[in-house]
C-alpha cells in the first residue's frame, strides 16, 4: 500500500473519471461497474496496472506510486 497523499489537481483529475466514485487525499473509490470489469479483466490474464491505464488513463501520473 502506497502512503502517497493525492493533491489537489490529483483528486480533480481522479475524480473526472466515470469509473471513480470517490476520491480523498488518502484514496480512490472505484464504482462497482468497474470492480466488476476489473475481476473480468483479470480473469482474462491481465495485470492490474492494465487493466487501469486502459479503463482509467488518469491514473498513469499516480501509478508511478505504485
Given at each position: 500500500m502506497?502512503?502517497?497523499i493525492f493533491?489537489?489537481?490529483e483528486i480533480k483529475?481522479?475524480?473526472?473519471?466515470n469509473y471513480v466514485k470517490s476520491v480523498s487525499?488518502?484514496?480512490?473509490?472505484y464504482t462497482e461497474q468497474f470492480k466488476h470489469i476489473f475481476i473480468v479483466?483479470?480473469?482474462?490474464?491481465k495485470f492490474a496496472r492494465e487493466i487501469?491505464?486502459?479503463f482509467v488513463p488518469s491514473c498513469f501520473l499516480l501509478l508511478i506510486w505504485l
Open positions: 502506497s502512503k502517497k493533491t489537489e489537481k483529475l481522479q475524480s473526472a473519471n487525499s488518502k484514496g480512490i473509490t479483466e483479470r480473469e482474462k490474464g487501469l491505464l486502459l
